[in-house]
């Protein structure tokens, strides 16, 4: 390891600084395009030790857990909050528009639509043991270490009001020695918990983590590995008009804001068609919107979430015929028989993609359809995999869910013309 003069010339992929050298590329993370810095590196990479110039695009982070590795910074949680709006915003924008590129789509990409600090309502929290109770935090960047913070400027104001009954639960959850992870989701009428953990619980554990849960108010669900422990009220998330009980650890769009954003892009999409198909459909973020338009089926392998779709359709007044159906779309997709009866479609798969389904859609008399996806990667090659099959491309929109991060969600919609 050495210590350089660095000149970073661009952000890379992940959010690093780039700098060139005659060696070849060198990435810095916490570094602007303008800065003049000093690093210790190795290789490839490379960490900071001082900014010589600093960059007119380099702005000071609102997060004290945010930088460099020190007792209190490198939670690990975000990459970008010292880069100023403009150069952040272009620069997730151009991922989605290189991401296309690689698959010489040709699109008009939407300037990239903000989300506001403090609106992201599902986090997901390390925690571990330790001789003073659980620490309670973010790992930080590459590494299994957990960093506490005291603060999140991109959750909710519920999630950071309850971070001292969540260090609390943590350290009664905490019976084994391995770190753990709490998913904590913003919801009414109070936060719900899910532990992943790779230990088990004896009953007495149980009781007292009930205990526990049911002396914080700021809570008014736990589950440990899947298994509800104690529901105090259901908790409940509003998509659309229709409120759904989402089951533990079910997914759900980190950011009401941006899911409203996604919802309404859809929907203004797909509403003319009179069956939608939703697949990926989760707990219905689309289909329950839909359904104020369209007969719609959903189609999705987890079976809680789908369970959660159906009861939260059945109780709602106004909406148009929803159907379930429980399938996994990798091992069986809908085939081009049972895609004939849909005039419109929208999918949203994980990060992986929907490479097979794809197939079978881009042979498909679909009409409309809309694509979304956290991946801009994976969504271009389904994107070429459906304009090769004669569907164009109206429009892509990227939406900043994961603020200061190097992720983003994008909504794509397609046409097929007229023959």
Same mark, same amino acid.
């Given at each position: ?37 000093? #690093? ?69 990409? #939407? ?51 309850? &971070? ?5 639960? *943590? ?46 108010? #700021? ?45 309404? &892009? ?24 839909? *359904? ?16 959660? &779709? ?60 809309? *694509? ?41 919609? &397609? ?5």
């Amino acid at each position: 390891m050495s210590a350089q003069k660095l000149d970073i010339t661009r952000l890379g992929g992940q959010g690093d600084g780039i700098a060139e050298t005659p060696h070849g590329q060198i990435f810095v993370p916490f570094t602007v395009p303008g800065d003049v810095i000093n #690093a210790a590196v190795e290789k490839t990479r490379a960490s900071l030790i001082a900014v010589l110039t600093p960059s007119p695009d380099r702005v000071t982070p609102p997060c004290p857990h945010f930088g460099p590795d020190d007792e209190n910074a490198g939670c690990g949680g975000c990459a970008l909050q010292h880069v100023a709006d403009s150069v952040y915003q272009d620069w997730k924008r151009g991922l989605v528009v290189a991401a296309l590129e690689s698959r010489n789509i040709v699109a008009d990409v #939407a300037p990239l639509v903000t989300c506001e600090p403090g609106t992201r309502r599902r986090v997901v929290f390390a925690a571990r043991r330790t001789d003073k109770g659980a620490i309670l935090g973010f790992n930080r960047a590459s590494s299994h270490q957990i960093i506490k913070v005291e603060t999140c400027v991109v959750a909710s104001e519920r999630i950071n009001q309850a &971070l001292p009954a969540l260090r609390r639960l *943590a350290t009664a959850v905490a019976v084994g020695k391995e770190a753990f992870r709490f998913y904590v989701l913003d919801a009414v009428p109070g936060v719900d918990i899910a532990v992943d953990a790779p230990f088990k619980l004896t009953e007495p554990d149980r009781l007292r983590i009930i205990n526990a849960v049911r002396a914080e108010q #700021a809570v008014s669900r736990l589950s440990f590995n899947d298994e509800i422990l104690i529901e105090k009220q259901p908790p409940q998330l509003d998509f659309g008009r229709v409120i759904v009980n989402p089951p533990p650890g079910g997914f759900v769009q980190a950011s009401n804001q941006a899911e409203t954003v996604m919802g309404d &892009l859809v929907v203004g999409h797909l509403k003319k068609s009179k069956r939608v198909a939703d697949l990926f459909s989760g707990s219905g973020t689309f289909a329950l919107r839909l *359904a104020e338009h369209s007969h719609v089926h959903a189609v999705e392998a987890d079976g809680p979430s789908l369970a959660a &779709l159906d009861k939260a359709a059945r109780r709602s007044q106004g909406l148009k015929p929803v159907t379930v159906e429980k399938r996994d779309l990798f091992r069986r997709p809908l085939m081009l028989a049972e895609l004939k009866a849909y005039q419109g479609l929208v999918f949203d798969p994980p990060r992986a993609g929907a490479e097979v389904q794809v197939g079978d859609i881009a042979r498909s008399t679909v009409k409309h359809i809309a *694509a979304v996806s956290c991946n801009p990667t994976t969504l271009a090659r389904d994107l070429e995999i459906l304009i090769k099959g004669g569907y164009k491309l109206m429009s892509v929109t990227p939406i900043d869910q994961f603020l200061w991060s190097s992720h983003v969600e994008v909504v794509a919609l &397609l046409e097929r013309p007229k023959r």
